[in-house]
């Protein structure tokens, strides 16, 4: 029933900016964490971003200081601001829910963000 809708990715030169959203559907149970992962081709799933539930959030060493995670409760939604974009961003682009209760994890379909001159 848990479904999980992205948005916001596309082309982008370097240096520029985008904004992804995600909103969250369906019976979630107990305490989550809402996050952000990216998979680049032929490389593993990477956690990008995450915020808790009280809204703690937590960052990748490769993009800190340059994305900002942010979340609504109200709308079940997660968001990922994305500054200074390189082309190492290059990616598809996840979201993800963690539950505490069962330690399951709800994906989104995933949305590609490209960084390119």
């Given at each position: 029933q848990v479904q999980l809708v992205e948005s916001g990715g596309g082309l982008v030169q370097p240096g520029g900016s985008l904004r992804l959203s995600c909103t969250a559907s369906g019976s979630i149970i107990g305490i989550h964490n809402m996050g952000w992962y990216r998979q680049a081709p032929g490389k593993q799933r990477e956690l990008v971003a995450?915020?808790?539930?009280?809204?703690?959030?937590?960052?990748?060493?490769?993009?800190?200081?340059?994305?900002?995670?942010?979340?609504?409760?109200?709308?079940?939604?997660?968001?990922?601001?994305?500054?200074?974009?390189?082309?190492?961003?290059?990616?598809?682009?996840?979201?993800?829910?963690?539950?505490?209760?069962?330690?399951?994890?709800?994906?989104?379909?995933?949305?590609?963000?490209?960084?390119?001159?």
């Open positions: 995450y915020i808790t539930n009280v809204g703690i959030a937590n960052y990748a060493d490769s993009i800190k200081g340059r994305f900002t995670i942010s979340g609504d409760n109200a709308k079940n939604s997660v968001y990922l601001q994305m500054n200074s974009l390189k082309p190492e961003d290059t990616a598809v682009y996840y979201c993800a829910i963690y539950t505490h209760y069962g330690g399951r994890y709800y994906w989104g379909q995933g949305t590609q963000v490209t960084v390119s001159s």
